[in-house]
């Protein structure tokens, strides 16, 4: 079982917008404003599409998005194309020996 | 540009000691602040967080594998390199380093990972 709750997917179409959750505590998600998302496609390294919370790293689509509420985190991809369709992992940083602790993961399906 | 690759056997019997070696470019493990770690996926499964070592050589470690880790650094040779005993087939898995920022998980930089599989 992960430390972060995210669903194990979600799917929709191309053009819309789609969001995915990762639920944690006050220990983590809710405690710190470092919470990163990664897309990983089959077969590939995964490659980290937002940090701390709502950060793009440069040659990100700006069409990725990140937010916070409370212990929830989430990730919007708007105007959904094929290419989007990948595993999406969260992960958050905690000021303890954990360090990190990451997600579940979320299969993405572009319809 | 940063890179970072990483190397080790692709077959390791139960119960002996893994030794995976990160090599990395384009940045120095001397620089304030820049760490490496060390990540893995299991076939079909999610990410775990292993350990990471820092420019100041604090090694921290995931604390369910913490008795059987341990992360060094060279970095004359610009390398970082993972100790794991006593292997299990559980420990089958994708093993990634990536460059780390301290007290973030900022992990923008990953290497293209090595598949490790434990089997007798």
């Known amino acids: 079982q992960s430390a972060l709750t995210q669903p194990a997917s979600v799917s929709g179409s191309p053009g819309q917008s789609i969001t995915i959750s990762c639920t944690g505590t006050?220990?983590?998600?809710?405690?710190?404003?470092?919470v990163s998302w990664h897309q990983q496609h089959p077969g590939q390294a995964p490659k980290l599409v937002i940090y701390?919370?709502?950060n793009r790293p440069s040659g990100v689509s700006n069409r990725f998005s990140g937010s916070k509420s409370g212990n929830t985190a989430s990730l919007t991809i708007s105007g959904l194309q094929a290419e989007d369709e990948a595993d999406y992992y969260c992960?958050?940083?905690?000021?303890?020996?954990?360090?990190?602790?990451f997600g579940g993961g979320t299969k993405l399906t572009v319809l | 540009q940063i890179t970072l690759k990483e190397s080790g056997p692709t077959l390791v019997k139960p119960t002996q000691t893994l030794t995976l070696t990160c090599i990395f470019s384009g940045f120095s493990l001397e620089s304030s602040g820049v760490g490496v770690g060390w990540i893995r996926q299991s076939p079909g499964k999610t990410l775990e967080w292993l350990a990471l070592i820092y420019w100041d050589d604090d090694q921290r470690y995931s604390p369910s594998l913490k008795t059987r880790l341990t992360i060094t650094k060279d970095t004359s040779k610009n390398q970082v390199v993972l100790t794991m005993t006593n292997v299990d087939p559980v420990d089958t898995a994708t093993y990634y380093c990536?460059?780390?920022?301290?007290?973030?998980?900022?992990?923008?930089?990953w290497g293209q990972g090595t598949l490790v599989t434990v089997s007798s």
């Open positions: 990536v460059h780390a920022l301290m007290a973030t998980n900022r992990f923008e930089h």
């Open positions: 701390d919370v709502s």
């Open positions: 992960s958050s940083f905690i000021r303890s020996s954990t360090l990190v602790v």
């Open positions: 006050s220990n983590d998600v809710g405690g710190y404003n470092f």
